[in-house]
């Protein structure tokens, strides 16, 4: 039975209100959507608020195996493409392609095996950044509805700030020494993103930005996500840089990367290193900054306590008084949490 539009709305602001961690939050939320929309199939992306590239998705596809090729379709595909919706965070493959779903390039080469008769996309994005992306999959119903899809687009405002806030508080209490990364790991792909190799090491952080309820061997859908923006780059389908930051575990965020290897073939036939190691000072301190919510002029304020500077040097620097400067800092209190210079710091900087 399909929930109604009022008890719909109250479950998922009861599910955003909570503290669950972001891999929590969207299995729940997926409940409350497949009860009051309905789908066969989901992809649900948590993606980096700046260069939009994904790094923990959540995902049930009809095959395993198909993983590799469903995600570098999916980045190479700019029709529906969740850096493309503006306005409005939700679009139908159907109603983009009037019915004629050969247009997409991942339907034409995917999706129409799986029998999937529409797609609905949802950008989860605010004026930090780029939070995630959700594609739901029909394959045994009709296509999606108007009313379908206003609600989805319901789901756009406090889903977009409940998954920054739990990004947030995984910052809270400063990168634990149990949970951080020996050295950079290297997954080699080849142009197709099977993999080729790995250096050791490569499998504890492939496990936990995936986790498995199985004790099979980790996905490395992370990998496969920067390395198919790479290919998205490389086919001018989009400008974004081919790196993405993404929460392993106990406050220990990483970057992963990708990159062509040097080599004689041309460089769409060389294979493709994708790197993971613990964020920079410099990239975390920008995510913390980020998912605080913080004010252009507050994140500028941080970058100066970083770089070491008492409030007379920020206030010299920032052309303020140090009663502003000070009006700033419990700012950047409140929507840290954080209750002290040496606290805010420690959990920005990962030291």
């Known amino acids: 039975m399909v929930a109604s539009a009022a008890g719909f709305s109250a479950r998922i602001e009861r599910i955003c209100s909570s503290d669950d961690d972001a891999r929590t939050l969207r299995l729940r939320l997926l409940v409350e959507i497949d009860r009051a929309v309905g789908f066969d199939h989901y992809v649900w992306v948590l993606t980096d608020p700046e260069t939009t590239v994904g790094a923990s998705p959540l ?28 306005g409005d965070p939700v679009a139908s493959l159907d109603r983009a392609t009037q019915g004629d779903l050969g247009r997409s390039l991942m339907w034409r080469e995917l999706l129409s095996g799986y029998g999937v008769r529409d797609v609905a996309s949802v950008v989860f994005r605010d004026g930090f950044g780029c939070w995630a992306f959700l594609e739901l999959w029909r394959t045994s119903r009709p296509p999606f509805e108007a009313a379908e899809i206003s609600r989805l687009r319901e789901l756009a405002a406090p889903v977009t700030a409940a998954i920054r806030h739990a990004q947030a508080r995984t910052f809270a209490g400063g990168p634990s020494r149990t949970g951080r990364l020996d050295g950079p790991v290297v997954l080699l792909l080849s142009p197709d993103l099977e993999v080729r190799g790995q250096t050791p090491g490569t499998h504890d952080p492939l496990r936990r930005l995936v986790p498995r309820d199985d004790d099979g061997p980790p996905v490395p859908a992370g990998a496969y996500n920067v390395a198919a923006q790479l290919l998205a780059v490389e086919a001018g389908v989009d400008d974004h840089p081919p790196w993405a930051r993404a929460h392993l575990r106990d406050g220990v965020w990483a970057t992963l990367r990708a990159a062509r290897l040097d080599g004689s073939p041309p460089a769409q036939e060389r294979d493709i290193a994708v790197t993971i190691e613990e964020a920079t000072t410099a990239e975390r301190l920008a995510l913390f900054a980020l998912a605080s919510g913080l004010s252009a002029r507050e994140r500028e304020l941080l970058g100066h306590l970083a770089a070491g500077l008492d409030t007379g040097e920020v206030a010299a620097h920032m052309h303020l008084s140090g009663h502003t ?6 700012s950047i209190f409140t929507k840290t949490g954080a209750h002290s210079r040496r606290t805010l710091l420690a959990r920005a900087r990962g030291s």
């Open 325 to 330: 400067v000070q009006d700033h800092l419990k």
């Open 59 to 86: 995902a049930a596809a009809p095959s395993l195996a198909d993983v590799p090729r469903l995600i570098r379709l999916r980045y190479l595909t700019a029709l529906n493409r969740w850096t493309t919706l503006g």
